[in-house]
């Protein structure tokens, strides 16, 4: 399989590049991240995913080595394909997509053109635990807190409150106490709502 690329950039565009090695000219698709990541230099290096059908070879190119893991692991799950999973890290960074699927944010990961709740719960549901073997949990969230914050707001939106209404309150009771327990975040939000 090709690994990587490193050549003379011929052709940017949001969607693709053309990338010259040694005289063949090779088109890649990219998604947003990486092209705004790819600078205008002549010379470029994407890291590679060989796609290959009965019909077509596809090159998928990534300016991270943990943008293409990510694609590589949302291909993995059943109804998302190359153009979708094209799609969410156009939509979100690979970061923020390790973050959702870590997190267990259905919401967020729903928020992408394309993606229902269904493939939204699935995505969460096979991913997780290989985002959380890859990764330390201190580098998938900033917040060590984000999972308290996270169950918290999904449990007020059980209760009837919009998610934004939740937020702002729970964002003031985590900035008090970093420590605090899933219950006590609800029972201090529940009174300022």
């Known amino acids: 399989m090709i690994h990587h690329l490193k050549g003379k950039l011929v052709e940017k565009n949001p969607t693709y590049v053309i990338i010259e090695c040694s005289g063949v000219g090779y088109f890649v698709n990219i998604s947003l991240h990486t092209f705004s990541k790819l600078s205008d230099d002549e010379n470029i290096s994407l890291f590679t995913h060989l ?3 009965e019909d077509s070879h596809t090159l998928f190119g990534f300016s991270e080595k943990s943008e293409r893991e990510i694609f590589r692991l949302l291909l993995s799950v059943s109804g998302i394909g190359s153009s979708t999973a094209r799609t969410m890290l156009s939509s979100l960074s690979p970061i923020q ?30 991913l997780k635990d290989k985002v959380l073997k890859v990764h330390d949990i201190d580098e998938v969230s900033v917040n060590s807190n984000n999972t308290n914050k996270e169950e918290a707001l999904s449990a007020l939106e059980v209760l009837g409150y919009t998610r934004r209404q939740a937020e702002k309150v729970v964002d003031k009771v985590v900035q008090q106490d970093s ?11 529940l009174k300022n709502l």
Do not use: H, M, W
């Not at 944010?105 to 096979?126: C, E, F, S, Y």
């Open 97 to 126: 997509i390790k973050d959702a699927i870590a997190l267990g944010n259905v919401p967020t990961i729903q928020g992408i053109k394309g993606i229902g709740a269904k493939t939204a719960q699935r995505v969460i549901l096979d």
């Open 179 to 189: 420590s605090i327990s899933i219950e006590n975040i609800i029972k201090l939000a």
């Open 51 to 53: 796609q290959v059908k």
